[in-house]
């Protein structure tokens, strides 16, 4: 199944943006980076806020999700797409990379890479999806077979972040509660295996040891993106940037979250997302508390 357009029409066919897209504003961070390692794209931000957290949805409705997503990205002409989402990468890459034109990338294995560069005991932070589909752990063991690795769900983080609740006691007493085994395996070295997660950093740092060395996937796999886009010749040298946000929830709420990281009111707009030929089999889960 081909979705879009291909590579050629997409260049020519107007301005080429990169998309990037999470159930949120974890997105966030990954676009922190964009601005930092490729100053000179256009970006297109979609955050599925009406369907978040991902963290809890089946394998199924991800995939699914994100058929949707990257199906309405092809029609708004991006050159490459960058999962923002570790759920969406570790669930629904491998599937989606070979049904659409563009090049997509995922956070799953320049996470891992990065990991075990500089890891002996591997800690991850991730979703309850993420977690359960093995795919941090299978990376780091193809890469470094004998290096450890510890795996914790964390599902009250993305509600916590999501409800700007980042700086409350219970904020931290849940941080405290997650990272427990990971304090107890005294890891090295943490990933970050949720893009929500960087913007805890300022409580997680405070409860690991202070020569915890700490990973966030997107530094790599932003810098995978621009590699790939040199090499396909992609890559824009006009610093005349933008960043158009859309959300599949309210706007308005996306808006006053996302003010403290962008050091701005964005201009979000709402979209719905077109439906695509593959149904998820599950319900649809109870909405964000
Ligand atoms: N920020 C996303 C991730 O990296 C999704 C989190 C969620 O919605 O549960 O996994």
């Avoid at 963290?55 to 923002?84: C, D, N």
């Avoid at 810098?223 to 006009?238: C, K, N, P, V």
């Amino acid at each position: 199944m081909k979705h879009g357009f291909n590579r050629r029409q997409v260049v020519t066919a107007g301005p080429a943006r990169i998309g990037i897209f999470d159930s949120g504003v974890g997105g966030l961070t990954v676009l922190r980076e964009i601005y930092r390692q490729l100053p000179n794209e256009s970006v297109l931000y979609f955050g599925d806020t009406a369907r978040l957290p991902y963290g809890s949805r089946s394998p199924e409705e991800i995939l699914y999700f994100v058929r949707q997503i990257l199906t309405w990205m092809a029609h708004q002409g991006v050159k490459m797409v960058m999962m923002a989402c570790n759920t969406s990468s570790a669930l629904a890459l491998d599937q989606v990379q070979s049904e659409f034109s563009f090049p997509i990338l995922g956070l799953i294995r320049p996470g891992a890479q990065a990991a075990t560069r500089v890891g002996r005991r591997i800690g991850v932070i991730a979703t309850e999806a993420t977690v359960n589909s093995q795919a941090y752990l299978n990376a780091i063991q193809e890469l470094a077979p004998h290096v450890p690795v510890w795996q914790g769900s964390c599902p009250k983080f993305v509600p916590i972040v999501e409800a700007n609740q980042l700086k409350t006691p219970y904020a931290r007493q849940t941080a405290e509660r997650y990272l427990q085994p990971l304090l107890a395996a005294q890891v090295d070295t943490l990933i970050y295996g949720c893009t929500h997660y960087p913007h805890l950093a300022p409580v997680l740092k405070t409860i690991l040891p202070g020569q915890t060395q700490y990973i966030d996937p997107a530094i790599s796999m932003v810098a995978a993106a621009a590699r790939e886009l040199d090499a396909l010749g992609l890559r824009s040298h006009t610093p005349a940037w933008s960043t158009e946000f859309y959300v599949s929830g309210s706007a308005p709420e996306f808006k006053r979250l996302a003010v403290q990281w962008l050091g701005h009111q964005p201009q979000v707009r709402q979209v719905r997302l077109p439906a695509v030929a593959i149904q998820p089999v599950s319900s649809p889960p109870t909405p964000i508390k």
